[in-house]
């Protein structure tokens, strides 16, 4: 019930019939989803044994039965406000720094939840992938305080183009990603149209020279993989421009495969962009 629940508190008494607190709170602690929950032991026990127990196992407070109520909610209070700064620095770890957007860990660790929970539940789910063009150049014509403002107006960007339940973040270097969820692959392309076309229009000008930055996307989806009932891919506008009339920035079903040069879109499931994205 608390995995479910996600309570921001447990009240835990010590003497319980069938399994005593000491034994719930261990199995609390053991698990991922509630270890990080505070529990605050009551007992009518006076031992520093048991005391002592309590607190190796995990628990932030101890109240002894009989307990003035004023009492027992100032130390509740007090709790709170501790789970409260403790979950804003955990935030925080997970938040690039420069952009703003969730970073790499969190990319990950999202991304494999999301995946367990298309295969369990069959729910959809779809992964747009960003990369801007000649970044390098950027930095190296303009200067790295320059790159750095494109990513933070680029970060900017994907998160005015995000939903609440969306998660946009920072795979690395000049590479971003947004995690769509209940997100077929058509849905996923508007996403990254729209994304694509917000990022062509910001204005940059360093040194006051007009600067027009350009990203490729790719989009897969969980149909992609297999975890879902296969979805015929709509051929994308770069793959069927003529080479010497294509623009630079371009959107594509698959992951963009712009730097074999050769502007087509290869077909790949949702998975890790690094590793094959093979079926798990």
């Known amino acids: 019930m608390a995995a479910t629940l996600q309570p921001d508190l ?4 010590v003497e319980m019939p069938g399994m005593g607190g000491m034994e719930v709170c ?3 602690k053991a698990d991922p989803l509630t270890s990080m929950v505070p529990i605050i032991f009551l007992t009518g026990a006076e031992s520093v044994d048991i005391k002592v ?3 190796d196992l995990g628990a932030v407070d101890y109240v002894t039965k009989p307990f003035d109520p004023a009492e027992l909610r100032a130390r509740v209070r007090a709790a709170l406000r501790t789970k409260r700064f403790h979950d804003m620095l955990a935030a925080r770890a997970q938040l690039d720094g420069l ?3 969730w970073n790499r860990g969190y990319f990950n660790q999202r991304l494999s939840d999301e995946v367990q929970a298309v295969r369990r539940y069959g729910r959809r789910l779809s992964l747009v992938m960003i990369d801007v063009d000649h970044f390098k150049r950027l930095n190296d014509g303009y200067g790295h305080p320059f790159g750095d403002l494109v990513l933070q107006r680029i970060g900017e960007a994907l998160s005015a183009c995000s939903r609440m339940t969306d998660s946009a973040c920072r795979y690395g270097g000049e590479e971003l990603a947004m ?3 209940e997100t077929e692959g058509d849905g996923a392309m508007l996403v990254a149209e729209r994304v694509r076309q917000t990022i062509e229009a910001l204005d940059f000008r360093p040194r006051g020279k007009p600067v027009q930055v350009t990203v ?8 992609d993989a ?8 709509r051929p994308s506008c770069s793959a069927r421009t003529p080479r010497s009339t294509r623009p630079r920035t371009a959107v594509a ?16 499931g949702v998975g890790n962009p690094r590793s094959g994205l093979e079926n798990r």
């Open 10 to 13: 447990i009240l835990l008494d």
């Open 26 to 28: 261990s199995r609390l």
């Open 53 to 55: 127990r309590g607190f």
């Open 253 to 268: 079903i698959g992951w963009c495969a712009r730097s074999r040069g050769d502007g087509r879109a290869y077909q790949r």
């Open 179 to 181: 995690i769509l969820t």
């Open 216 to 223: 490729s996307i790719g989009v897969a989806d969980a149909a």
């Open 99 to 101: 952009t703003g957007l």
């Open 226 to 233: 297999g975890h879902r009932r296969p979805r015929r891919p």
